[in-house]
């Protein structure tokens, strides 16, 4: 029996495939041709979209608050 693709696995795979080239050097404007998306920013949003920030975008404490 033939598995049927789920519907976001083609923009997962193209994520992927993008997120793979990058690592290899790729310059972002190539990256987004060759992946099809209709430019460096859509690829760019695309995958801050994707993937949970590495960091805490929240407020930052502040020197001496509290203390």
Not at 20 to 38: D, F, H, I, K, L
Not at 39 to 64: F, I, V
Request: charged residues 25%; glycine residues 8%.
């Amino acid at each position: 029996q033939v598995e049927r693709a789920q519907p976001g696995d083609a923009v997962t795979l193209r994520l992927e495939q993008a997120r793979w080239m990058r690592s290899q050097g790729m310059p972002v404007t190539e990256v987004a041709q060759r992946t099809g998306y209709r430019s460096p920013s859509a690829l760019t949003a695309a995958l801050r979209r994707s993937k949970p920030a590495l960091r805490d975008d929240g407020a930052a404490p502040r020197d001496g608050v509290g203390h």
